[in-house]
């Protein structure tokens, strides 16, 4: 009878076939020098991302953001991970970035700053996850066709 009793009760704590067990707490992932590393990827472009606990320095490719991303838009993209996470000024940033053009690598950036502030503070995850910043867009240029002026455009038609 102990015996049934012991298996009904280890039957109950069992999860359920359709249900799924809760996950476990993410861990905190920083190297040797206290950085979170993470990729960010949008269109052809590919950011690997540094991210440490610092003033709120953010370089890019051995430059400062300002000079790198001229455009005020582009840098409002790479502050969106820290606006929405309210940590703004306490991280620094260093990033290297390759392929794209310009809109394309500010969008790779931010996608490598929000999965290394998620990795550096496991917290955040969730308020990054709302906001899409953690999923990569991956919306690219559709290739141009043969017998088609581009993608989807045709050549003039013309009758006579």
Same mark, same amino acid.
């Given at each position: 009878?102990?015996?049934?009793?012991?298996?009904?009760?280890?039957? =109950?704590?069992?999860?359920?076939?359709?249900?799924?067990?809760?996950?476990?707490?993410?861990?905190?992932?920083?190297?040797?020098?206290?950085?979170?590393?993470?990729?960010? /990827?949008? =269109?052809?472009?590919?950011?690997?991302?540094?991210?440490?606990?610092?003033?709120?320095?953010?370089?890019?490719?051995?430059?400062?953001?300002?000079?790198?991303?001229? /455009?005020?838009?582009?840098?409002?993209?790479?502050?969106?991970?820290?606006?929405?996470?309210?940590?703004?000024?306490?991280?620094?940033?260093?990033?290297?970035?390759?392929?794209?053009?310009?809109?394309?690598?500010?969008?790779?950036? /931010?996608?490598?700053?929000?999965?290394?502030?998620?990795?550096?503070?496991?917290?955040?995850?969730?308020?990054?996850?709302?906001?899409?910043?953690?999923?990569?867009?991956?919306?690219?240029?559709?290739?141009? =066709?043969?017998?088609?002026?581009?993608?989807?455009?045709?050549?003039?038609?013309? =009758?006579?």
């Amino acid at each position: 009878m102990a015996t049934e009793l012991s298996s009904f009760a280890e039957l =109950k704590k069992a999860p359920v076939a359709g249900m799924a067990a809760p996950a476990a707490p993410r861990e905190k992932e920083v190297d040797a020098q206290g950085r979170a590393y993470a990729t960010g /990827r949008r =269109k052809n472009a590919v950011a690997r991302v540094w991210v440490k606990l610092g003033t709120g320095k953010i370089t890019i490719n051995g430059r400062d953001q300002k000079i790198y991303f001229a /455009r005020p838009t582009q840098q409002m993209v790479i502050q969106q991970p820290f606006d929405v996470s309210q940590r703004n000024g306490q991280f620094d940033v260093i990033a290297t970035v390759s392929g794209g053009g310009l809109s394309g690598q500010a969008g790779a950036v /931010r996608h490598g700053i929000a999965q290394a502030l998620s990795k550096f503070e496991p917290a955040l995850r969730g308020a990054m996850k709302t906001n899409g910043f953690l999923t990569r867009d991956s919306r690219v240029v559709e290739r141009k =066709k043969y017998g088609r002026a581009g993608a989807r455009r045709r050549f003039q038609f013309s =009758k006579r």
